[in-house]
Nanobody
Framework: QVQLVESGGGLVQAGGSLRLSCVAS??????????MGWYRQAPGKQRELVAS???????NYADSVKGRFTISRDNAKNAVYLQMNSLNPEDTAVYYC?????????WGQGTQVTVSS
């Protein structure tokens, strides 16, 4: 059974930075052959894609985070990361990782990011 565990969130002031981590367990080689994504869900809003990275390392970003966020992966550790810089209050949300674009695996608990103004 695949388990996705996100970590690294917290409370930060506007302009600050956080680095999120996601580790997938029980996934084996499947992780390295799948594109992965970071998603977020703000209160009262639908979950949205923030960034994705394919198995070769090619990346794509939502317009709202382009130039501020960087997604990366370490296939040896079954891990995907999200470096978030220049955070603003609109980035406040619970952040999740999952396969892109299907969100195939059971969603984890996510990690809360709160940006104060």
């Amino acid at each position: 059974q695949v388990q996705l565990v996100e970590s690294g969130g917290g409370l930060v002031q506007a302009g600050g930075s956080l680095r999120l981590s996601c580790v997938a367990s029980g996934i084996g080689i499947i992780f390295s052959i799948n594109a992965m994504g970071w998603y977020r869900q703000a209160p009262g809003k639908q979950r949205e894609l923030v960034a994705s990275i394919d198995r070769r390392g090619s990346t794509n970003y939502a317009d709202s985070v382009k130039g501020r966020f960087t997604i990366s992966r370490d296939n040896a550790k079954n891990a995907v990361y999200l470096q978030m810089n220049s955070l603003n209050p609109e980035d406040t949300a619970v952040y999740y990782c999952n396969v892109f674009p299907t969100g195939y695996f059971t969603w984890g608990q996510g990690t809360q990011v709160t940006v104060s103004s």
